[in-house]
């Protein structure tokens, strides 16, 4: 029999009980933030939807406003990180600054925060990818090792993230 790793059950079942509450779909967020942070860790966490027809990717939370706030839009371009991610639904893991520079216009904004590592996981449903969860944290922070906890966390964010979309979407 395996240990059992008593953080991650508190954190799996922080954002359980948060999918009750009320205050969706901020609840939800609010506690894959805070479990993500103490499972695998992250300075910067971000959460963004895509929109297909608009060829954007949309920032519905961050956990650093001021920097990176709410209602920030990206383009969707060609790019192999799209291809990869967006189109493909695979993480990606970039271990060092130049990474991010490799693959993000916003590499010196990102980089000023301190941060020089990236995971990216993509939100499934139904075999589509509806948007990522981001974090960023200090260089070499990521490894493969982290890849299912995030799937699981990023997983546990589509129906908060589809309460959002539907939110938006005119009646």
Known sequence: M?????????????????????????ATFDAIDKALAATIGHRLFTILVHH???????????????????????????????RQVMQRGLPYIGR?????????????????????SVL???????GETLGTLNMLHEENWYDDGHV???????????????EQQTKESPA
Not at 11 to 21: C, K, N, R, W, Y
Not at 53 to 72: F, H, K, L, Q
Not at 120 to 126: A, E, F, T
């Open 120 to 126: 990216n996981i993509p939100l499934r449903w139904r």
């Open 148 to 162: 299912e906890t995030a799937r699981v966390f990023a997983q546990l964010a589509v129906p908060a993230v589809m």
């Open 96 to 116: 060092t600054a130049d990474d991010i520079r490799d693959v993000f216009f916003d590499h010196e904004l990102i980089v000023s925060l301190g941060c020089r």
């Open 52 to 82: 297909r027809e608009a060829r954007e990717s949309e920032r519905i939370y961050t956990n650093m406003r001021d920097a990176y706030p709410v209602g920030g839009r990206k383009p969707i371009t060609d790019s192999p990180w799209m």
């Open 2 to 26: 395996q240990p059992r790793n008593l953080l991650l059950d508190e954190s799996l079942s922080a954002v359980a009980l948060a999918h009750a509450d009320t205050q969706q779909p901020q």
